[in-house]
């Protein structure tokens, strides 16, 4: 999915249980934690060589955290500068949907701009509204490569048409797996960065956190790095702190400084990896499937997005229908629904073996032999191995078996899985409700009596 982790390798985690780093306090006098600053420094030196940035904070808590003290300095950058009108964000539809809530949240305004059909930031709908609103434009918005898992063919001239209107740019570093030892946002002409360390720098991310999403910076974005008001953090001209500690999650800063460390220059590895797997993945199932978007030669970036609508329309498989099936094959569906409705986008970064990314493409594979199956009326639309997975082991070992396919056909629809067969405990439930429906669980406030 958008957010996939990268392998945390049991020697980047280690550190985490020694109680030289998990047991001092974040406000103890600077001489107490020597080595917690020399660790956070040569961090900071080394994401900025990574990034092309002047300098980092490490105080924001997550990505959105992140985009958030990014679009805090560069409101505080035009303030200073005596441009008090400057609060409008230009923010492509393609964005991760925590982008406009940043921006509202960072007080701007967000003017949405348009795509064009290969997923790119359309640049005349990018000129017209950049022009229109150049007295007031604060910044843009941008991932590199695109949430459409494409890169952005024109992101220099989408950076130069922005700057020579007076805004900055701040470029959502979710993606910085697909640019690290080959590009950097400092190179491409971004003012502001933020790194999800969970997802390109080995931080193990899930359930809420904890998180570390920090940003990087321009020498002139440099003076508003955010302060604090007990440690000493940040430029000369901070802006406050937007986090309760001075270095955010500090304790686990130490994987993402044992993974740069461990990997040096081999860090470019990562991303052919990540870029290759991608390729490989889309290549082998792109005549089952459509692939949404695409670069000029027919590649993605480091993911890439299924196009599941027809399904719908030839077998009233829906993709959430292919999600749960896929709990059968033994995977955790890639993210379903996002960036676009009705598709699913497949992240598998340079962690995945070749023996994986086979499995996942047999999986897939065999899913689209079965939506055929109901196309061609084998099944019905209402009652088929799709619609009722997934299958659990009580279900399929009950002594009542009433469904039109067999048994082995629900929980081993692959060979292999008779070697290694993972069973979800539960079956389908229905999402949308739970969503949309508070239902308490709790015992009555009698019996606490």
């Not at 290549?283 to 000029?296: C, F, P, Q, V």
């Not at 992240?347 to 032999?369: C, G, Q, V, W, Y």
Request: proline share 6%; net charge negative.
């Amino acid at each position: 999915g958008s957010c996939t982790m990268k392998l945390n390798a049991a020697s980047e985690l280690f550190p985490l249980s020694w109680p030289e780093f998990g047991s001092i306090h974040p406000f103890v006098p600077k001489d107490q934690a020597a080595g917690y600053y020399e660790l956070i420094e040569a961090l900071e030196k080394d994401l900025c060589e990574i990034t092309g940035f002047h300098a980092m904070s490490f105080q924001p808590n997550s990505g959105a955290a992140g985009e958030y003290t990014g679009l805090l300095t560069i409101r505080e950058y035009h303030i200073s500068k005596g441009d008090t009108q400057r609060n409008i964000c230009l923010i492509p539809s393609s964005a991760h949907g925590t982008n406009p809530a940043s921006a509202v949240m960072a007080g701007m305004k967000v003017v949405v701009v348009a795509c064009d059909e290969m997923g790119n930031v359309d640049l005349d709908d990018l000129k017209k509204k950049t022009v229109e609103h150049k007295d007031n434009l604060a910044a843009i918005m941008v991932t590199y490569p695109s949430t459409h898992g494409v890169y952005e063919e024109g992101i220099l001239e989408l950076i130069n048409i922005v700057h020579t209107n007076g805004g900055l740019v701040y470029m959502d570093g979710a993606n910085m797996n697909a640019q690290v030892g080959y590009t950097n946002p400092g190179i491409i002409g971004a003012d502001v960065c933020h790194l999800n360390l969970h997802k390109t720098f080995a931080i193990p991310h899930g359930g809420g956190g904890p998180g570390v999403g920090p940003i990087g910076v321009t020498k002139q974005l440099a003076p508003y790095l955010p302060g604090h008001s007990v440690i000493k953090t940040g430029g000369e001209k901070a802006i406050s702190a937007v986090a309760a500690a001075p270095f955010g999650s500090a304790f686990i800063l130490p994987i993402s400084y044992a993974y740069i460390k461990m990997m040096g220059k081999t860090l470019t590895d990562t991303t052919d990896l990540a870029i290759l797997n991608a390729n490989y993945l889309k290549t082998a199932i792109e005549k089952d499937y459509k692939i949404l978007y695409s670069g000029a030669n027919g590649r993605v970036a480091h993911e890439f997005i299924i196009d599941c609508h027809e399904f719908k329309r030839s077998a009233d498989i829906e993709v959430i229908d292919i999600a749960k099936r896929l709990m059968d094959y033994g995977f955790h569906a890639p993210t379903v629904a996002f960036p676009v409705h009705g598709t699913l986008m497949v992240e598998p970064t340079e962690s995945e073996p070749l023996a994986e990314l086979n499995r996942f493409i047999d999986a897939m594979k065999s899913i689209r032999e079965e939506i055929r199956e109901i196309e061609e009326g084998k099944y019905e639309k209402n009652d088929n191995v799709i619609k009722n997975a997934p299958h659990t082991l009580a279900m399929v070992c009950n002594d009542r078996w009433d469904k039109p396919y067999s048994r082995e056909k629900a929980a081993f629809p692959l060979k292999q899985q008779g070697v290694d067969k993972y069973f979800t405990p539960v079956r389908r439930i229905d999402d949308a409700y739970g969503d949309r429906n508070l239902i308490c669980t709790c015992d009555p406030i009698e019996d606490y009596k």
